[in-house]
């Protein structure tokens, strides 16, 4: 079974469309995050949530806005999308909010806008 | 803010030998420092961590990483290049009561027969 599991895999779509990506954790973790990794690799962190709440919402565009239905799934939908949107979108869970445990993180989803 | 600095962003190493890289953190508290590995379409795997205790870190598939506050440093190694070893390594750091990590840019590890 797949810890962190995110769908899909790769996502092609056009300027101005609105996509979601899912995100689901099989672990029990309360905490929840999504990072972005840009074309040179640097991962940077968008949004964590802790049992459903959100805690960090870094600087990101109000186009980007993560859904927590419950503790094991955190969505990301994107209105709007742009360009500069293509990126690999990792999901992760951690067992408590201090990050000094592991973090677990998902396989990523190639998203390209054309 | 807290950060890492990875310095060279390709590495090449030769199968069978050391493999070092390097990573140096900024942070105003103690920092807790992490090792991820990321293999070709796959996501982060932890290599090791260090949050307090024994300042050498043992992780998986042979490296080790050593927190030395002086240097403001945690250099992770592995004494023989395997060619499994071939993947992007990022180097993080967080701290207590802090939930985000910082991640470095990487390096991008090429293992030659």
């Known amino acids: 079974d797949t810890a962190v599991s995110q769908t899909p895999k790769y996502l092609v779509t056009q300027m101005g469309n609105d996509k979601s990506i899912k995100c689901e954790q099989n672990l029990g973790h309360d905490t929840m995050y999504w990072y972005k990794q840009d074309s040179k690799k640097f991962l940077k962190i968008m949004f964590s949530?802790?049992?459903?709440?959100?805690?960090i919402n870094e600087t990101v565009p109000n186009r980007f806005s993560p859904k927590s239905p419950d503790k094991a799934h955190l969505n990301l939908h994107i209105n709007s999308l742009e360009l500069g949107d293509s990126a690999v979108y990792f999901c992760?869970?951690?067992?408590?909010?201090?990050?000094?445990?592991?973090?677990?993180f998902g396989q990523g989803t190639r998203l390209t806008v054309v | 803010a807290q950060s890492v600095t990875q310095l060279g962003s390709h590495v090449s190493v030769s199968e069978g030998a050391l493999v070092l890289l390097r990573c140096n953190y900024s942070?105003?508290?103690?920092?807790?420092l992490f090792w991820y590995v990321q293999y070709p379409n796959q996501g982060l795997q932890l290599l090791l961590k260090y949050t307090t205790g024994a300042t050498l870190v043992k992780g998986i598939n042979g490296f080790e990483a050593e927190f030395k506050k002086s240097e403001t440093s945690f250099h992770l190694t592995k004494p023989s290049a395997h060619m499994s070893d071939a993947a992007e390594y990022f180097c993080?750091?967080?701290?207590?009561?802090?939930?985000?990590?910082?991640f470095g840019k990487g390096n991008q590890v090429v293992v030659i027969p």
């Open positions: 942070s105003s508290v103690p920092p807790y």
């Open positions: 949530y802790n049992n459903k709440e959100l805690i």
């Open positions: 993080a750091v967080t701290s207590y009561g802090n939930n985000r990590l910082a």
């Open positions: 992760a869970s951690s067992q408590v909010w201090e990050m000094n445990t592991e973090a677990f």
